[in-house]
C-alpha cells in the first residue's frame, strides 16, 4: 500500500509542475495578446518553455521559462524614451506604460506551486511513518515472525 501511494504521489507532482509549467506559457501568451503588448509578434512567440529537469521522484527539480528581454520592459513600462542616467526626468510627457503581461500572475503561480509541493512532500513523509510504525509491519518485521516463515501481504 506504501508503495503504491508513494509512486502515486510521485506521479502527480509530476504531472503538476509539468502542467504548472505549460499553464504559465499559455497565461502569459494570453496576456501579451489581451494587453497588446505586440507590435511584430516577436514576444509573443518568443515565449517558450524549456524541459524540466528532476529526479526520480520530482524532490528537486528545475524549471525554466524563455522570452525576449524586450518583455521585461515591457512589464516595467520602460525603454528606448528614457536614456540611462536619466533618473525619471526625460524633458517630455512619458509615453510607455506599464503593461504588467508577466510579474503578475508569475508570484502567485509560484507561490501556488510552492505550497502544493509542501503538501504532497508533507503527505509522503509521513505516509513513510506511518508505515514503518504500523504494529503489523512491526510484528512481521521482528525475527520471531520472520523464523515462523511469516510475511505480510499488501
Not at 494570453?30 to 497588446?36: D, P, T, V
Not at 536614456?83 to 525619471?88: M, S
Not at 526625460?90 to 506604460?97: D, L
Request: proline share 1%; charged share 25%.
Amino acid at each position: 500500500m506504501a508503495g503504491s501511494e508513494q509512486l502515486n504521489q510521485q506521479d502527480s507532482r509530476e504531472k503538476y509542475v509539468r502542467g504548472w509549467n505549460a499553464t504559465m506559457i499559455d497565461i502569459w501568451q494570453e496576456r501579451i495578446y489581451a494587453l497588446r503588448v505586440y507590435n511584430t509578434g516577436m514576444l509573443y512567440r518568443s515565449v517558450m518553455e524549456l524541459p524540466v529537469t528532476a529526479d526520480g521522484r520530482f524532490t528537486s527539480f528545475s524549471l525554466s521559462q524563455l522570452f525576449l528581454e524586450y518583455g521585461i520592459w515591457q512589464d516595467l513600462g520602460t525603454g528606448r524614451e528614457v536614456p540611462f542616467g536619466n533618473h525619471g526626468d526625460i524633458g517630455r510627457a512619458k509615453v510607455r506604460e506599464r503593461r504588467r503581461w508577466f510579474s503578475t500572475k508569475y508570484y502567485s503561480s509560484v507561490m501556488n506551486l510552492k505550497d502544493f509541493m509542501a503538501e504532497s512532500l508533507g503527505r509522503e513523509f509521513i505516509g513513510m511513518f506511518a508505515a514503518n510504525l504500523d504494529s503489523d509491519n512491526l510484528r512481521y518485521a521482528s525475527k520471531h515472525y520472520q523464523r515462523m516463515g511469516y510475511t505480510k501481504t499488501y
